[in-house]
C-alpha cells in the first residue's frame, strides 16, 4: 500500500522551531515532487511548500518564505520541512502530498497522494 505519513507535529511557542518530516512507503518516491499543504480550522487547505522530483526547483508560500527549508532525502524515502520563527498564526494541520514526476505545484489539486497531516500549534 503506497502511503505518505507525517510526523513532527507538536505544541511549540512562539518564536520555536519544528521540524516535519513527510516519510514515503509502499514505492520509491524519488519520482515524485513532495508538496507541504496547511489547513487551519475554518479555513482552506493552503500550500506551504514544494519540492520537484529532482530536488532542483524549491519554492515556498510568501507567508513563511525566509522562516521554511525543504528538503529531501532519497535514501530514506522521507522529506523534511524545518520550519522557524514559527507564529501562532502557522497553527494548523499540516499536510504532506506526492504528485508522480511533478515540479511542485502550489496548486493541490496536482497532488495524487496524502498523508493524514500532523498537528502544529503555536502558543502566544
Known amino acids: 500500500q503506497v502511503q505518505l505519513v507525517e510526523s513532527g507535529g507538536g505544541l511549540v511557542q512562539a518564536g520555536g522551531s519544528l521540524r516535519l518530516s513527510c516519510a514515503a512507503s509502499?514505492?520509491?518516491?524519488?519520482?515524485?515532487?513532495i508538496g507541504w499543504f496547511r489547513q487551519a480550522p475554518g479555513k482552506e487547505r493552503e500550500f506551504v511548500a514544494a519540492?520537484?522530483?529532482?530536488?532542483?526547483?524549491?519554492d515556498y508560500a510568501d507567508s513563511m518564505k525566509g522562516r521554511l527549508t525543504i528538503s529531501r532525502d532519497s535514501a530514506k524515502n522521507t522529506v523534511y520541512l524545518q520550519m522557524n520563527s514559527l507564529k501562532p498564526e502557522d497553527t494548523a494541520v499540516y499536510y504532506c502530498?506526492?504528485?508522480?514526476?511533478?515540479?511542485?505545484?502550489?496548486?493541490?489539486?496536482?497532488?495524487?497522494?496524502w498523508g493524514q497531516g500532523t498537528q502544529v500549534t503555536v502558543s502566544s
Open positions: 502530498a506526492a504528485d508522480h514526476y511533478g515540479y511542485g505545484s502550489r496548486r493541490s489539486s496536482e497532488y495524487d497522494i
Open positions: 509502499g514505492r520509491t518516491f524519488s519520482s515524485d515532487a
Open positions: 519540492i520537484s522530483w529532482s530536488g532542483s526547483d524549491i
